[in-house]
């Protein structure tokens, strides 16, 4: 439900407003006419012509309404506004929802594209429908998504340290030193001996995307191997390691940033193809890079 689609879905069309008191009087059988003294039989009905006929319009409802909810309403139940729900309902979602406070909700992302995949969601209606270049010019509420950001980063460094510690030879060379410290008894006493272990964190980026292509504004938690079935075009890749993925910590962007630009981010998406871990080039050769990220993701998880 979460993904990052690819292809605009057609917007809805309204329904036709039901009929009025009068005209269902008008069109019901038991409404009283007029009886003329010989009865003429009735027209055929024309299809056709009932389709093109004008509708009734639909009343305009006098009760007033933000901008953030006639935006959500219009663009509810297509794909663009599938997040509102997990910012409104999260509790229907228990599989997906990690986290939820009154200001932000953690979830993960039904389409991952890494080991580690995260979208930090605010709840704020004045915020959430703004693209991440104006919402971020909010001093106060770019700092409480910095927070909120650095306890996401927490859970995902977590996460991703328990998937992969097993295979990582830094963590094996500390938790061997744990194991003889305790051996001898000194658990507790000599942990400042051990060597330093892996820092996770630091395989952690967080941040937005130039021109998202959800409707309401995430950021991004997520690993940086890009190793994941759902990583699947071109795009998806470049929009994560070139300049259209904007770090949380750029913000606020200069007024001149050329990040802010079009068609300098379209010129970011059609990019040729670079490893992230090597700088090896691939072209346009997705299918290549995707074999050759699967070694990368090896030898990366052993480091």
């Known amino acids: 439900m979460v993904d990052l689609a690819e292809d605009a879905d057609d917007v809805p069309q309204p329904e036709s407003a039901p009929l009025t008191t009068d005209q269902q009087q008008q069109d019901s059988p038991s409404a009283t006419r007029a009886t003329p003294s010989s009865p003429e039989p009735l027209a055929k009905r024309n299809a056709f012509t009932e389709l093109m006929a004008p509708k009734p319009k639909a009343p305009i409802s006098q009760a007033p309404q933000s901008l953030a909810h006639k935006a959500s309403q219009v663009i509810r139940g ?4 599938a997040l509102i729900e997990y910012i409104e309902h999260p509790e229907r979602f228990p599989d997906q929802v990690l986290r939820v406070t009154d200001k932000t909700v953690l979830i993960k992302d039904a389409f991952p ?24 010019d909010d001093s106060a509420f770019l700092a409480m998504m910095r927070e909120e ?3 996401a980063t927490r859970l995902a460094t977590a996460e991703l340290a328990r998937r992969l510690g097993p295979f990582s030879a830094t963590n094996r060379a500390r938790d061997e030193a744990m194991s003889r410290l305790c051996q001898e008894g000194d658990c507790d006493q000599q ?5 330093p272990g892996r820092d996770y964190s630091r395989d952690i980026r967080v941040g ?30 470049n929009s994560f390691n070139t300049p259209f993925f904007v770090p949380l910590a750029d913000y606020p962007l200069a007024a001149d940033d050329v990040r802010r630009e079009t068609g300098f981010q379209n ?14 080039g691939f072209g346009n050769r997705f299918a290549e890079l995707k074999r050759h990220l699967e070694d990368e993701f090896e030898k990366w998880r052993a480091e």
């Open 191 to 195: 942990q400042h001996q051990l060597p």
């Open 267 to 280: 010129g970011n998406l059609a990019k040729e193809l670079v490893c992230w871990r090597c700088g090896k």
């Open 208 to 237: 937005t995307h130039a021109h998202p292509s959800m409707a309401h504004l995430h950021v991004h938690i997520i690993s940086r191997d890009m190793h994941s079935e759902r990583m699947r075009h071109r795009k998806h890749y």
């Open 113 to 136: 594209k890494a080991t580690i995949h995260l979208l930090l969601l605010p709840r704020s209606p004045a915020h959430y429908l703004l693209h991440p270049h104006t919402a971020f």
């Open 149 to 151: 950001a650095a306890v």
């Open 78 to 81: 297509v794909w663009r506004g």
